[in-house]
């Protein structure tokens, strides 16, 4: 660590990435809610049975894969955006059913466990995602706060992955039984002190800053502190298919759903932002929910056969599962695909447009650059 000397100035507030009470109400609210219906389960004795319809109906349909349609507004719905990347946005789904087909044909387990696997990785990337936002919205620059944040995010969502794979079989599981491969228990053993220790850093070096330096982050505290209290409550500390349904959904497809609607039609400079926003709101998620609907109708109906209540009488489709099942696949994949490329800041003008919407956390100050 090396001190530098620049010119000290005051610092300027927090910077959020929509506004306080919106980032507030986007990251701290969903995870409220997500513990609060945990409460509710808890009291409801459904962390030991199977989880009532309508916390399928609200988490799984209503957020879940209704965030992973959002992406079409970021995306598919955008004329100019498709004119950027044309072949980036025809090759993304036309590879996953491909890539999905070829695997399904080797056998579903393999299919099922490579979808998890990518679904986890994107589950990682996006909590990481909203601390990189938050960096670069507050202008941090410093090497070790850099490493620690990166640290304390990943650490947050690996350690209880490792947990869970050490540990198998669990009460729940990511896609189906079996998704997920063994490892040794020694692996969460030797990680778990890594895992408190960086966590801990983080709020000392957090209430630092805050304290000594002046600067505060409080949005990427945010994600950072609830992150860890959701997964770790999620999968660890209860083993429970409903306690890891309304922990990992809630936190994951609300933040999401928020930064698609904020984009196309909130942030300052876009033509879309002076209009009413209620209309839109109504329109953003009736699309979102009726392209889910659908979805889940077609899964339902033809190859899982669970909710009759909510899609009616199955349809017969012997024969058709190895290329149905990943044609029904593609919107997740196309969704994890690219969200790995819409939201780059260095590449997209639009996304450092974004963050540079409001002054940075702090401007420069004479203490050492830690």
């Not at 598919?76 to 059913?97: C, K, S, V």
């Not at 990427?220 to 429970?240: E, F, P, Q, R």
Request: glycine share 8%; charged share 15%.
């Amino acid at each position: 660590m090396n001190a530098v000397s620049v010119i000290e100035s005051e610092p300027t507030g927090p910077a959020w990435l929509f506004s306080p009470v919106v980032d507030v109400c986007t990251f701290l609210g969903s995870a409220l809610l997500a513990l609060g219906l945990l409460l509710i389960g808890h009291r409801n004795g459904w962390l030991a049975a199977e989880s009532p319809e309508w916390i399928w109906l609200v988490t799984i349909l209503l957020i879940d894969v209704a965030h992973v349609y959002a992406t079409g507004f970021r995306v598919y719905f955008d004329r100019e955006e498709l004119r950027r990347h044309p072949w980036l946005y025809t090759l993304a789904p036309l590879l996953g059913f491909v890539i999905g087909t070829a695997l399904y044909s080797e056998g579903s387990l393999l299919f099922w466990s490579t979808l998890a696997y990518l679904a986890v990785f994107h589950f990682v990337r996006q909590q990481y995602g909203w601390v990189a936002l938050y960096r670069a919205k507050a202008g941090e620059r410093a090497v070790f706060g850099r490493w620690l944040d990166t640290l304390a995010i990943y650490l947050a969502t690996i350690y209880p992955l490792v947990y869970w794979h050490a540990h198998l079989p669990r009460n729940f599981h990511w896609f189906i039984e079996g998704d997920f491969g063994h490892l040794p228990m020694l692996t969460a053993t030797i990680l778990q002190p890594i895992y408190w220790g960086v966590l801990a850093s983080y709020v000392v070096y957090a209430v630092y800053r805050g304290l000594v330096r002046r600067e505060f982050n409080p949005g990427k505290d945010l994600v950072v502190i609830t992150t860890a209290v959701c997964w770790y409550v999620g999968i660890i500390a209860c083993n429970s298919d409903y306690a890891f349904t309304v922990t990992n959904v809630i936190i994951h497809g609300i933040p999401y759903l928020v930064l698609i609607f904020w984009f196309r039609w909130v942030r300052p400079g876009n033509a879309c932002s002076q209009r009413p926003l209620a209309g839109k709101l109504v329109w953003f998620l009736g699309i979102c929910w009726i392209l889910a609907y659908a979805e889940e109708l077609l899964w339902d109906s033809g190859v899982w056969h669970e909710r009759p209540w909510l899609f009616g009488s199955f349809m017969e489709l012997d024969g058709w599962e190895p290329w149905l099942v990943p044609l029904l696949a593609v919107p997740q994949i196309t969704h994890y695909i690219l969200d790995g490329f819409i939201w780059k800041r260095r590449s997209r003008r639009d996304v450092a447009d974004m963050l540079e919407n409001s002054p940075p956390l702090h401007a420069a100050r004479a203490l050492p650059d830690v």
